[in-house]
Each structure stands twice: as C-alpha cells, then as structure tokens.
C-alpha cells in the first residue's frame, strides 16, 4: 500500500488500485457494490509466510532470527508494527477481475491479519464487481485486460 498527501493506492502485480476513490465510492453507497463477508483463515494464506519443518505457518515476524527461512511463500507483505496497532473493526475492499483471473483484496490486510491473530473468523468486504473495478485502474490497457 502506497499513501501519498492526496491519494492512498495498492500495487498488486504491478497495477495500481485507487482505495481513496474506492472508500469514497463506498461512502457514497455507489449502485453495484457488493457486501459480502470473507473468511479471516481463507484470506491469511494471502499474506507473505512460510512452513516450518514442523508443518506450521510462521508469519515473517514468528520466524526465529536463529533460522533461515524454510520455504518462502508469495504473497502480500505487511507491515506488522502497523498490523498491531489496527482496530479490526470496519471492513476490506475486494475486487473481481473477469471470471478467469478471480479477484484481490485491495484494502485491509493489516486488519485481516490481526483478525487472524485475535481469532475473529470473518470480516465484511465490500466487493467491486469487475465492471466497478475498472474505475479504480489508472493504466487503460490493463483495465481493459483485466476487467
């Protein structure tokens, strides 16, 4: 996630998602918006980890600074100084891209994650259907790919 003075945006593989106009989009109570509820553990997996020897998921922070990470993961990374901090109250904004690639969650992965650790099991989303979605890439020839 990226905040500057004016705008806050998240980089998934490369494309930018406008949140600022997506929280105000939701505010707004634009028609086509989807509310919706996501499962805390699905949605963890997301986030950047690894399995230990011993079969468990160790976020990059739970991993002992005497062993060399076992098999990384991709993923989203965060920040988890910032993910301590978090009220889990609220919401996270998903997307959907065309049927074929699925979709993302584009805000509130500091909040899932600490969902996950305080053992709450869901979260609402509010979800962009593709055709939303669209409204929240700047660079054209993927918005056209994608959505």
């Given amino acids: 996630m990226n905040i500057t003075k004016e705008r ?3 980089n998934f593989m490369g494309l930018d998602f406008d949140v600022t106009k997506a929280k105000e989009m939701i505010e707004a109570k634009t028609k086509g ?3 919706t509820t996501i499962d805390i553990e699905e949605m963890v997996m997301s986030i950047q980890h690894d399995i230990g020897p011993d079969g468990k998921l160790y ?3 739970e991993i002992p ?3 060399k ?3 990384a993961t991709m993923g989203i990374g965060i920040d988890y100084e910032r993910a301590k901090k978090v009220k889990v109250e609220g ?3 998903g997307i959907q891209f065309k049927s074929e690639f699925g979709g993302c969650i584009i805000d509130g992965w500091h909040r899932i ?3 996950y650790k305080t053992g709450i099991k869901t979260m609402k989303c509010y979800c962009f259907s593709a055709n939303l979605a669209r409204k929240l890439v700047n660079n054209p020839r993927m918005r056209e ?3």
Avoid: D, P, S
Wanted: hydrophobic share 40%; glycine share 0%; aromatic share 24%.
């Fill in 8 to 10: 806050e945006t998240f």
């Fill in 33 to 35: 918006l989807e509310e």
């Fill in 59 to 61: 976020f990059e922070e």
């Fill in 65 to 67: 600074k005497n062993i």
């Fill in 69 to 71: 990470k076992w098999k």
């Fill in 91 to 93: 919401y996270a904004i």
């Fill in 113 to 115: 994650y600490k969902a």
């Fill in 145 to 147: 790919r994608l959505f």
